[in-house]
């Protein structure tokens, strides 16, 4: 008897538990969309992001003024950011809640990863929104960072900050080594002499004590010199890599960039890059880099000297990429108006200038970027600009696979000892095929 | 009260243990078995069925098969030493010791700590500059600058090292508990016929504990193919695809490229791949179990 009733009880507790959470779980759902119950007229506005220097206390503390200013003028709306944080996980985790059916309503999109949300009908074609919203001016904004997030007629994104990808060169290495700043347009010849001058070597150790140039194995930090080299990884088309990646003028940068590394030693070796553990150039250990506007927030921190060149030219002309962050509105989203309305007030003079302070990125507004000129490095990326052409991942869905593809082509060259001709040739075949894949 | 009643107070007591099986596993499986058969991208609308063509890519593949190697490889070198390192440390702690629950608990410790956080301190063991391993190399006079996770000879190894001591809590406490359950009757008598240390281990430990060895060579193996925290967080499957195991690799295909129904069909090949290995390690250890059920009886 005393069994049984114990018995009793446990299934009662069991089944309260059960339905305990039960109601946890479906409570989000029971209540509504507003979140809770009671709160009907709250627009709770998702912002999708990939977290930005979070680290940085003073960037948070701007951010969350931002936020709080942009309810305090629209009530009824409140922000609620939702961070993605961790390499490789924006766009993935992002997709996911698209295909959830639960998407953000504002996202940023990157510009490296645009065109598989753009191809997918997952956003919304904003230029009917701006067309019809006097207060709101296209024109403010550089044109070619625009273009980004622009297919045909449509527009998927309004940009809010961008980098070209530029050398960066340490000033007060080139002072003790009495060698001239890179001037622009200057050549793929020039920049080896250069990096060949500035590599200090000791007869006592294998590894040089200075590099010229610190060279890295991510195709974003070495992909612009194809193009200044005259040659690209896709068809024009995006959707063929053989007789391009694998083409002359390609497998030649391509060697040209090992053989900082094999032949002249005026690169880390991925091995040495990889002991140092820290940025070689941030620690003077390497006297050039490639790199973007976000790595001045940490020179700037150590007061390094620094100065900022184009990419070296070898048949290309001068170019590079930019890398860009845009602001998007889910397709699907049911607040539009007031995600325009967030999105118009991110890319305003008056926010992008408060929140750029940090040196993240340049404004792709137009006046908050020149608000910055008259500081030499901010007028070097200026100057960059009209030569910066959207990335591929822009324009092709599948790019950042191109990406890892290339990176272990690096590998392959570098570490494995394939010749560039037939690593170039066998990552093509790849990039093809993954591109051909249904 | 009524037998009725009493089966149904059993079957809602087992109700959730059901429940959960049945969505989070049996459930799961059946439709990443239909999903194996269609051309399943996750950002399409059309899913046509392609019948087994994405076992056929799979096999084809030579990443596939690169990884399913790396698999095999790994679980060739981590399960018999993390097994013989996890046995040599229960026989270490099966001592009556003062404090000796201390070490027990110490040992067991990796087991408790999160996958993610064992990685990234292992990330700092293995550095190529500072990290614990190279120092001590410098201290011995070895140039200590090896990138272990970076170098393709020994990105591998690295993880199997890793894993020894990762996999150690709970194989140490079967082995302990295995070791703690041989009747001390079988060691006096051995005793008193004159056997020493060596041959009472050989001759009663080892044939004691061959139904422990054999659940852990079981488990370890099936943990073994399912490594992916490690790769994913130290290597991510690199340098030169040296590290990239079938799970990992599934995953990729999964939540990177979309391909729902090659990624399915690359689960069913690893379930068939340790279904295999299952059995053949239940028919070479069918006569040790007999053995030792027979010394237990």
Redesign the interface.
């Known amino acids: 008897m005393r069994c049984s009733r114990y018995g009793r009880l446990v299934s009662v507790g069991v089944a309260a538990l059960l339905a305990a959470t039960a109601i946890v779980l479906l409570w989000p759902r029971l209540a509504g969309p507003g979140g809770s119950a009671g709160a009907d007229s709250v627009i709770v506005l998702r912002v999708a992001n990939w977290g930005g220097p979070a680290v940085d206390p003073s960037f948070m503390k701007i951010e969350h003024e931002v936020l709080a200013e942009f309810e305090r003028r629209h009530p009824g709306v409140t922000v609620r950011v939702e961070n993605i944080p961790g390499r490789g996980q924006y766009v993935p985790k992002l997709l996911m809640t698209y295909v959830a059916g639960n998407p953000p309503d504002v996202m940023t999109l990157d510009a490296s990863s645009a065109a598989v949300f753009i191809d997918n009908g997952l956003l919304a074609d904003l230029m009917p929104t701006i067309r019809g919203d006097p207060a709101f001016r296209l024109d403010d904004f550089f044109p070619n960072v625009v273009d980004i997030a622009r297919q045909g007629d449509r527009l998927y994104a309004i940009p809010s900050d961008f980098t070209p990808m530029v050398i960066v060169y340490n000033k007060r290495v080139f002072d003790e080594a009495r060698r001239p700043y890179p001037r622009p347009g200057w050549t793929r010849s020039e920049f080896l002499e250069t990096a060949q001058a500035l590599t200090v070597r000791s007869p006592r150790r294998p590894a040089p004590l200075r590099y010229g140039f610190n060279f890295q194995k991510e195709m974003p930090l070495w992909f612009p010199w194809i193009w200044a080299g005259g040659s690209d990884v896709l068809s024009p088309d995006g959707r063929h890599a053989v007789g391009y990646l694998d083409a002359p003028a390609t497998v030649e940068t391509i060697g040209f960039l090992a053989d900082l590394v094999r032949t002249h030693r005026v690169a880390p070796s991925l091995s040495e890059s990889a002991a140092a553990g820290v940025d070689l150039f941030r620690t003077g250990r390497a006297a050039m880099t490639m790199t973007g506007h976000w790595s001045l927030i940490e020179y700037r921190v150590d007061k390094m000297d620094i100065g900022v060149a184009a990419v070296p030219t070898s048949g290309g002309g001068r170019v590079t990429v930019m890398y860009e962050a845009g602001l998007a509105i889910s397709a699907a989203s049911p607040h539009k108006e007031a995600a325009w309305e967030y999105i118009k007030y991110r890319v305003s003079t008056e926010v992008q200038k408060k929140v750029l302070a940090s040196g993240l990125a340049i404004s792709a507004n137009k006046g908050v970027a020149r608000s910055f000129a008259g500081d030499p490095v901010e007028d070097a990326f200026l100057e960059e600009v009209p030569y910066a052409r959207r990335p591929w991942g822009s324009r092709v869905e599948r790019y950042e696979l191109v990406e890892d593809l290339g990176r272990e082509m690096m590998e392959d060259i570098l570490t494995g000892g394939v010749p560039a001709r037939d690593a170039a040739a066998r990552t093509a075949r790849l990039i093809e095929a993954e591109l051909e894949r249904q | 009260?009524s037998a009725e009643r009493s089966n149904w107070?059993g079957y809602?007591?087992v109700a959730?243990a059901t429940a959960y099986l049945l969505v989070f596993s049996l459930l799961p499986m059946a439709v990443a078995a239909w999903l194996s058969l269609h051309?399943w991208?996750?950002?399409r609308a059309e899913h046509p069925f392609v019948g087994l063509d994405n076992y056929a890519a799979a096999l084809a593949d030579p990443f596939f098969r690169t990884a399913f190697w790396n698999t095999l490889v790994f679980a060739g070198a981590s399960v018999p030493l993390g097994m013989g390192f996890a046995l040599a440390v229960a026989l270490l702690v099966d001592q009556r010791l003062r404090g000796i629950g201390v070490f027990r608990t110490l040992f067991y410790v990796p087991a408790v700590s999160s996958g993610v956080a064992i990685s990234m301190v292992w990330i700092w063991i293995f550095?190529?500059?500072?990290g614990l391993i190279n120092s001590a190399l410098r201290l011995a006079g070895f140039a200590g600058?090896t990138?272990f996770?970076?170098?393709?000879r020994f990105a591998l190894a690295a993880l199997v090292l890793m894993s020894m001591w990762g996999g150690l809590g709970p194989r140490m406490v079967i082995f302990l508990a295995g070791l703690q359950s041989v009747p001390p009757s079988l060691y006096e008598a051995a005793e008193i016929d004159g056997a020493g240390p060596w041959q009472r281990f050989r001759h009663i430990t080892l044939p004691m504990l061959v139904p422990t060895t054999f659940f852990v060579l079981v488990t370890s193996t099936i943990a073994a193919f399912q490594l992916f925290t490690q790769v994913y967080v130290m290597t991510q499957g690199?340098?030169?695809?040296a590290t990239d195991v079938v799970v990992y690799h599934i995953y990729k295909e999964a939540?990177?490229?979309?391909?729902l129904g090659s990624a399915s069909a690359q689960s069913y090949l690893l379930f068939a791949a340790l279904l295999v290995v299952s059995l053949i390690q239940f028919r070479l250890m069918r006569r040790q179990l007999k053995e030792a059920a027979e010394a237990w009886q």
């Not at chain 2, 550095?127 to 500072?130: A, E, H, I, L």
């Not at chain 2, 996770?149 to 393709?152: A, E, I, K, M, V």
């Not at chain 2, 690199?238 to 695809?241: A, L």
């Open positions: 009260m107070r809602f007591f959730p051309r991208h996750l950002l550095m190529p500059q500072d600058d990138d996770l970076g170098d393709t690199g340098p030169r695809r939540w990177h490229k979309f391909y």
